[in-house]
């Protein structure tokens, strides 16, 4: 009897498995991925991540040197955002795949054809470190 029993169980655990992995993990269900922005410029900086049409903010003050994980981020176009006042944004637009972990990292840079001010940048890598863009954001003045 406990041999049936366990042999019982053991069939169920085995369908249980095969049921999970079938229907795929939460993040390729959901069709989300998620995003870190870390701050590397010597000062405290705004930032945020918006997509679509989505008129909510999650600006966060980051101190130097730390970061902030945004998770659940629908797959698709992303803004992503830094400011040193929450009225000067810059910002580059990528694109977040389901189940994709991008880390975001504003840093500063010289500028040689500015008089040697520092300007914004910001270094795209992907889950194994891998750099995705590195340079100049796009755009600025935040709208949203």
Do not use: H, Q
């Not at 999650?58 to 400011?83: M, N, Q, R, V």
């Not at 520092?118 to 003045?141: A, C, E, H, Y």
């Amino acid at each position: 009897m406990k041999n049936l029993l366990l042999k019982f169980a053991l069939a169920l655990a085995f369908i249980g498995a095969i049921i999970i992995s079938s229907c795929g993990s939460s993040c390729e269900v959901g069709n989300y991925g998620s995003v870190t922005v870390k701050n590397e410029t010597g000062y405290k900086i705004w930032v945020d991540v918006t997509w679509g049409n989505v008129v909510e903010n999650y600006e966060k003050l980051l101190s130097d040197g730390s970061s902030y994980k945004y998770t659940k981020i629908p797959a698709g176009s992303i803004e992503i955002w830094g400011a040193f006042s929450t009225s000067d944004w810059a910002y580059n637009v990528e694109n977040l795949s389901s189940c994709e972990n991008l880390t975001y990292t504003w840093y500063l840079n010289k500028s040689v054809s500015i008089k040697g001010e520092n300007i914004l940048m910001l270094r795209v890598t992907d889950s194994n470190d891998k750099v995705i863009f590195d340079g100049l954001p796009s755009g600025g003045n935040k709208v949203k």
